[in-house]
């Protein structure tokens, strides 16, 4: 399987510091606001994570995407393509 590519890891530093900062995942629309691309493009960049293992899905409402340990770890370490 590929790495995540340079917006992947993008998004995936987004959410990671908003959840840092507010306490919750964001929303597809707060993800999309934060790194300039159309809302309904958003739901692509994540499900490319969630097939490399850097994101899940969660069973709630609008805050239904979270990054997994591997892509939490993934982020804090700086993107070292060796997790993959």
């Given amino acids: 399987m590929n790495p ?3 917006r992947q ?3 995936a530093e987004m959410m990671l510091r908003y ?3 507010h306490d919750e995942w964001p929303t597809q629309r707060e ?3 934060s790194v ?3 809302s309904t493009n958003t739901s692509q960049y994540l499900a490319a994570l969630i097939k490399k293992g850097v ?5 709630r409402g609008r805050r239904n995407v979270a990054l997994t340990d591997k ?5 804090r370490q700086g993107w070292q393509p060796t997790l993959f």
């Fill in 19 to 21: 959840h840092e900062a």
């Fill in 31 to 33: 993800i999309a606001d």
């Fill in 9 to 11: 890891l993008e998004i």
């Fill in 36 to 38: 300039g691309i159309k």
């Fill in 71 to 75: 892509g939490t770890e993934m982020i």
């Fill in 55 to 59: 994101a899940m899905k969660l069973d």
């Fill in 4 to 6: 995540p590519t340079e």
